[in-house]
Every structure is written in C-alpha cells, then in structure tokens.
C-alpha cells in the first residue's frame, strides 16, 4: 500500500511452462502484504491445466487460484494454506480496458512468470497482443520494474536478441534458473529459489531460500 491507497504487483502468467514459479511467487507476494493483479494468458491456462489438472477460470477465479495456490511443485494438492486472497484482483487476458492496462493506475510494477518466448517477442517489439503484454509495455513506459522469468532452453538468436532489446529498455531479464548451493533436497526448494531470485528483483522481502554467506560446504546436509 502506498499513501492509503492500493498499489499492487501485477503477476502475468504466460504459457512456458513453469506454473509453480508463478504460484510460489503470488505466495510470495502475500505472505510480504504486497497486493497482486493476476493476468493469466489464455496459453497458460493451457499450460496450468497440463501441470496440475487444474481449469483456471474467469467466473471462478478465487477458487481456482486457491487451489493452484495450495498445490506443491511435485503436484500435491493441500501442500500450502492460510494465504489471504483479499488482497488479489483477476484480470482477463483479453479485457484491455482493464486497470492496469494504463499508466495512471497505480502500480508498483510487473512480474511475468513463467515467460515464454512468444511473450517475450511481444513485449520486445510492444504488440499489445492480450493484456499482459500492454502491461508489459505500459510497466516498461512508466519506468516501473519488469521482471522477466524467461522459461525456455535452448535459446535461439532471436529470443536473445529480444532478450537484449528488454534489457536495454530497462527490464530484468531473469532466467527461470534453480540453483543448488542453496541446499535443495526437494522440488519445491528449486522452484522457490527461482520464485525468490523474482521477489529479489522486485525488492520483496521473502525467506524462500538459504542466501549465500560465504562458506563451503554450508548447504550440505550434515551427517
């Protein structure tokens, strides 16, 4: 919140997949008391559906995010409770005179997780193609913080020079990459370190991961 009024972290979740970076970030979000807008594209919900079966949608979004919410990244369901979903307001992906889609409503920036790269083609070249996209190009207008998540391997000449043009235009470009050092024993643990290298980007505070301290050997689990 800022000055009384409510100003939120918009989430745009594209079609790569990845949806429990997305889910591990908006968990994130909440347990720091940041509001979130939630743009879901109509691939990702292609995307949701394959990954853990759920159907996203628009007349009973608060229900469906729950469960998406409470679901682990191994695709448990009844893994994560007790977030408070008041502070979250949906948007259609194909509703362009929604709040967000311009630069007076109050916004403290973007995260687009997971990306893909027909997302970020879009908002390189500023189609405006569905909503996320002209969130991304009203975020990067208004000099807000975009992150980029980018989910896709290899990476072609393409993609990395649109990679480069969001960059130069002032996003983070932040590839969905786990790291080890951290001391994974669990999908979960990989998946948030890339939710946390988001919530880092965004300048939220968040306990998602074991930071590096400078000592060896301090992640291993001990006999």
Not at 15 to 30: E, M, N
Not at 57 to 64: G, M, N, T
Not at 104 to 128: D, E, N
Request: hydrophobic share 45%; net charge neutral.
């Amino acid at each position: 919140m800022t000055d009384g009024k409510r100003t939120p972290w918009v989430v745009g979740v594209s079609g790569a997949s990845g949806t429990p970076y997305a889910a591990a970030v908006v968990r994130g979000l909440l347990a720091a008391g940041e509001s979130v807008d939630l743009v879901v594209s109509r691939a990702s919900r292609l995307t949701l559906l394959d990954e853990t079966g759920i159907a996203f949608r628009d007349a009973h979004w608060r229900a469906d995010l729950e469960e998406w919410l409470g679901r682990g990244a191994d695709g448990k369901p009844g893994t994560f409770a007790g977030f408070d979903l008041g502070g979250v307001r949906y948007w259609g992906a194909g509703d362009l005179g929604a709040g967000p889609s311009s630069g007076s409503y109050p916004a403290k920036g973007m995260l687009i997780v997971p990306a893909s790269t027909a997302c970020v083609a879009g908002v390189a070249l500023g189609l405006s193609k569905d909503l996320l996209q002209r969130v991304a190009s009203v975020t990067l207008k208004e000099r807000r913080r975009l992150v980029v998540a980018v989910r896709e391997t290899p990476l072609n000449g393409q993609t990395l020079r649109h990679l480069v043009a969001l960059d130069e235009a002032g996003a983070v470009v932040l590839p969905a990459s786990p790291a080890f050092y951290a001391g994974a024993t669990h999908i979960q643990d990989l998946v948030d370190f890339v939710a946390g290298r988001v919530l880092d980007a965004a300048g939220v505070p968040h306990r998602l991961y074991r930071r590096w301290e400078g000592e060896l050997g301090s992640a291993r689990p001990r006999d």
